[in-house]
T-cell receptor
Framework: NAGVTQTPKFRILKIGQSMTLQCTQD?????MYWYRQDPGMGLKLIYY???????DKGEVPNGYNVSRSTTEDFPLRLELAAPSQTSVYFC??????????FGNGTRLTVT | KQEVTQIPAALSVPEGENLVLNCSFT??????LQWFRQDPGKGLTSLLL?????REQTSGRLNASLDKSSGRSTLYIAASQPGDSATYLC???????????FGTGTKLQVIP
């Protein structure tokens, strides 16, 4: 049971490049989330999904896109990377109000 | 809009001391409250989850309490150890399962 797996762990992007952050969970959780964590700012919700085929925006969705074609996978797409997207990104999952389980994060730098 | 506050932002204590971390929230209409631990460069590890109908939860040296009416939760750590050094975050789950609001955390240092 691997829990929530995020790849890559680190990435450096140039301004304007695009990339996809991968997230997979093997706990059959219906809810999945993407957060970003900036120093001193806490975690901010980017997007979330309540099940396969259903996604919705969180607090800070601009510049990001998601898809949820399967229960297990919830990739986060960054289009036209900007320095403001330098952050640590966390994927999390849960089952309808049960404890949130987090991945180990992806540290992204945009230069 | 739910706001979650954790004070102090940082705390340093000698090993062996009992300590209390505080979490306050503005909207008492919550589903549950969860305490997490985050080590540097790592993800968040769930410590305790308290349902809105509960008053406290215990796990080993940790005890979390919840007072919905006053909008407060505390995490009590008994006989602190250097390995307890980490950032502790609380998160409140609101009206929908997607409405999780995090505090900014308390960075704890336990000095040997």
């Amino acid at each position: 049971n691997a829990g929530v797996t995020q790849t890559p762990k680190f990435r450096i992007l140039k301004i304007g490049q695009s990339m996809t952050l991968q997230c997979t969970q093997d706990m059959n959780h219906n809810y999945m989330y993407w957060y970003r964590q900036d120093p001193g700012m806490g975690l901010k919700l980017i997007y979330y999904s309540v099940g396969a085929g259903i996604t919705d925006k969180g607090e800070v969705p601009n510049g990001y896109n998601v898809s949820r074609s399967t229960t297990e996978d919830f990739p986060l797409r960054l289009e036209l990377a900007a320095p403001s997207q330098t952050s640590v990104y966390f994927c999390a999952s849960s089952y309808s109000g049960s404890p949130l389980h987090f991945g180990n994060g992806t540290r992204l730098t945009v230069t | 809009k739910q706001e979650v506050t954790q004070i102090p932002a940082a705390l340093s204590v000698p090993e062996g001391e009992n300590l209390v971390l505080n979490c306050s929230f503005t909207d008492s209409a919550i589903y549950n409250l969860q305490w997490f631990r985050q080590d540097p460069g790592k993800g968040l590890t769930s410590l305790l989850l308290i349902q809105s109908s509960q008053r406290e939860q215990t796990s080993g040296r940790l005890n979390a309490s919840l007072d919905k009416s006053s909008g407060r939760s505390t995490l009590y750590i008994a006989a602190s150890q250097p390995g307890d050094s980490a950032t502790y975050l609380c998160a409140v789950l609101g009206g929908g399962y997607q409405k999780v609001t995090f505090g900014t955390g308390t960075k704890l240092q336990v000095i040997p």
